[in-house]
């Protein structure tokens, strides 16, 4: 079985700044894909960057970015320039590459980001 | 955009009550998810389903069943409900997986569930 730890429940960081979450996982799984996912206060779950397990290219998607250590399986969040819009959940997720398209998510416990005007 | 919705953002129940929570995709997605959210827990996978009348158990079934009679509507069902099933539960949804795979699950709003 799959397991994700984020050892920061919570985080604060000044507007305008850089932050970085973290997050490891355990796997036996060659074949696999990360998550970060954003829960803002009252709205709902979305995407915020995905990694597929077999790229060493680092995702980024525009602000966001990550730092994929495969060999210390680890999986790290970086938000560059924050904005007080980025406040909210986080939640790191694994999934094992699915097979006839059955996949499930694991999740961390979350970090709950507050970016301070 | 993909929307997936749910049938209340709030809901009351008492102990021993049968307990429906519905949810519906609009993305004819085969794939769709039920989760409960606690806090220092994170997300926690009840019950997930592939097609229509399946169904399979995810990290912590007991307590609840599903129904999945329609492609588009996946719904929980807490038998009697109990004050330990007070949570929030999520439901989500996604393509089925092909390569390359580019497909996310797509979340709903929420129902925060009090079971007193």
Redesign the interface.
């Given at each position: 079985a799959q397991t994700v730890t984020q050892s920061q429940p919570e985080m604060s960081v000044q507007e305008a700044e850089t932050v970085t979450l973290s997050c490891t996982y355990d796997t036996s799984e060659s074949n696999y894909y990360l998550f970060w996912y954003k829960q803002p206060p009252s709205r709902q779950m979305i995407l915020v960057i995905r990694q597929e397990a077999y790229k060493q290219q680092n995702a980024t998607e525009n602000r966001f970015s990550v730092n994929f250590q495969k060999a210390a399986k680890s999986f790290s969040l970086k938000i560059s320039d924050s904005q007080l819009g980025d406040t909210a959940m986080y939640f790191c997720a694994f999934m094992k590459h699915p097979n006839f398209g059955n996949e499930k998510l694991t999740f961390g416990t979350g970090t709950r980001l507050t970016i301070i005007p | 955009d993909v929307k997936?919705t749910q049938s209340s953002r709030y809901l009351v129940k008492r102990t021993g009550e049968k307990v429906f929570l519905e949810c519906v995709q609009d993305m004819d997605h085969?794939?769709m998810?039920w989760?409960r959210q606690d806090p220092?827990?994170?997300?926690?996978?009840i019950y997930?389903s592939?097609d229509v009348k399946m169904k399979?158990k995810?990290d912590i079934p007991e307590g609840y069943s599903v129904s999945r009679e329609k492609k588009e509507r996946f719904s929980l069902i807490l038998e009697s409900a109990s004050t330990n099933q007070t949570s929030m539960y999520?439901c989500?949804s996604?393509?089925?997986?092909?390569a390359p795979?580019t497909d996310?699950?797509y979340?709903?709003?929420?129902t925060r569930l009090t079971v007193l």
């Amino acid at each position: 079985a799959q397991t994700v730890t984020q050892s920061q429940p919570e985080m604060s960081v000044q507007e305008a700044e850089t932050v970085t979450l973290s997050c490891t996982y355990d796997t036996s799984e060659s074949n696999y894909y990360l998550f970060w996912y954003k829960q803002p206060p009252s709205r709902q779950m979305i995407l915020v960057i995905r990694q597929e397990a077999y790229k060493q290219q680092n995702a980024t998607e525009n602000r966001f970015s990550v730092n994929f250590q495969k060999a210390a399986k680890s999986f790290s969040l970086k938000i560059s320039d924050s904005q007080l819009g980025d406040t909210a959940m986080y939640f790191c997720a694994f999934m094992k590459h699915p097979n006839f398209g059955n996949e499930k998510l694991t999740f961390g416990t979350g970090t709950r980001l507050t970016i301070i005007p | 955009d993909v929307k997936v919705t749910q049938s209340s953002r709030y809901l009351v129940k008492r102990t021993g009550e049968k307990v429906f929570l519905e949810c519906v995709q609009d993305m004819d997605h085969e794939n769709m998810f039920w989760y409960r959210q606690d806090p220092g827990l994170g997300l926690r996978l009840i019950y997930f389903s592939y097609d229509v009348k399946m169904k399979e158990k995810g990290d912590i079934p007991e307590g609840y069943s599903v129904s999945r009679e329609k492609k588009e509507r996946f719904s929980l069902i807490l038998e009697s409900a109990s004050t330990n099933q007070t949570s929030m539960y999520l439901c989500a949804s996604t393509e089925k997986g092909r390569a390359p795979f580019t497909d996310t699950q797509y979340f709903g709003p929420g129902t925060r569930l009090t079971v007193l």
